[in-house]
């Protein structure tokens, strides 16, 4: 695991879905963003489902699958692993944030953490949270 550093001390979750992100040339709201994120999370784990069918191009995909719903080993003990958290990208994106009543945008760095619980790894439930820290 990676030692936190100070800057990741500073990001602070987006909790207004109005809110405007200016990321690149491109404009969302934060609950827009965090709609066709997770939108695309669960495309890519429905992918996994389909490629199931065809064993050569699902093999390496099941496999992953398989590990993440499977449980981790110590000794006698067994823990299930049947959740998954991802912070990405970890230094976060350039961006610019309007909040609704401020004066202005400010500029900062987006990440987006997705929590996702496979407790039925063939219709994982997808959490998805962005987080905002100020240049």
């Known amino acids: 695991m990676e030692p936190q550093t100070e800057t990741n ?16 040339k491109d404009t969302f709201t934060v609950g827009r963003f965090k709609e066709i994120a997770s939108q695309k999370l669960h495309t890519r784990f429905f992918r996994f489902k389909c490629l199931e069918e065809n064993q050569d191009e699902g093999r390496g995909v ?9 449980r981790l080993s110590l000794g006698e003990l067994q823990i299930p692993i049947v959740d998954s958290k991802w912070i990405f990208p970890r230094e976060g994106i350039d961006c610019q944030l309007l909040n609704i009543g401020s004066q202005g945008w400010q500029k900062g760095r987006l990440r987006i953490e997705a929590s996702i619980d496979n407790k039925d790894y063939r219709n994982p439930k997808i959490y998805l949270s962005l987080e905002f820290c100020l240049d």
């Open 9 to 24: 001390n500073q990001f602070k979750p987006l909790d207004c879905d109005d809110d405007i992100l200016l990321i690149q």
């Open 62 to 70: 099941l496999n992953i699958m398989d590990h993440l719903h499977s």
